[in-house]
């Protein structure tokens, strides 16, 4: 059963509505998908009010659509505020755009990210560390494993050192165009890869998902 846990829709810089994307992603045999287009404070409470009436929407398919978001290049100093704001508007996943090799993203980031419990993903880490590593697994992050060719180049560090620590991981593809979206099967070949084992991908693309979401409707 696939579920994404990270896309982006035309309401930040992805192609499609939301509801547009749900319907590829079901197409493609996903069982539930994430909306997290990138927000700041500039943006949070309209794209939330947005994706939130797209998500009803998908409720008349056999589909699960989660309301969320990915907060992106936000000051350190001001990620818990911008996370606690997320939930207060409503947003049931909340993504946190990690230091990634390819952007500027501000040093400190990953560890705002993974000290915080109401974080659920780290998407694209970059080159995080085992001390930061730790924190996600005792806070209940999850480090992203990315399909995305311009943050994908860290996916095997992030993994050996996920492993040592005992963190969970996920396997996301990060869509912007519908094309982005993976199969189960391209999933756990991702996860593959990244140098996981069968027994680690599969839980990775199929177990861990099920598990954040049960997580996000206790909130």
Request: aromatic share 2%; hydrophobic share 45%; proline share 3%.
């Amino acid at each position: 059963m696939r579920i994404d846990l990270h896309t982006h829709t035309l309401l930040s810089d992805g192609e499609l509505l939301p509801i547009e994307l749900a319907r590829r992603a079901l197409a493609k045999g996903h069982k539930g998908i994430a909306f997290t287009d990138h927000v700041s404070l500039s943006t949070i409470e309209r794209v939330i009010k947005e994706i939130s009436k797209d998500c009803e929407l998908a409720k008349e398919w056999d589909i699960e659509a989660i309301l969320g978001v990915e907060i992106t290049h936000v000051p350190v100093s001001k990620i818990d505020m911008v996370v606690a704001e997320a939930r207060r508007l409503g947003a049931e996943l909340v993504v946190v755009h990690g230091e990634t090799i390819s952007e500027p993203v501000e040093k400190g980031t990953n560890r705002a990210a993974v000290n915080n419990p109401d974080v659920d993903v780290l998407a694209h880490p970059g080159f995080i560390t085992l001390e930061e590593v730790q924190a996600a697994k005792d806070n209940g992050v999850v480090l992203e494993i990315t399909s995305r060719a311009a943050h994908s180049a860290t996916n095997g560090h992030v993994a050996r050192l996920a492993r040592e620590a005992g963190a969970r991981m996920v396997v996301n593809s990060d869509a912007h165009a519908p094309e982005d979206l993976l199969s189960e099967d391209e999933a756990i070949i991702r996860a593959l890869a990244a140098g996981l084992s069968k027994a680690e991908a599969e839980r990775a693309v199929r177990k861990t998902p099920l598990e954040v979401m049960r997580r996000m409707r206790k909130r």
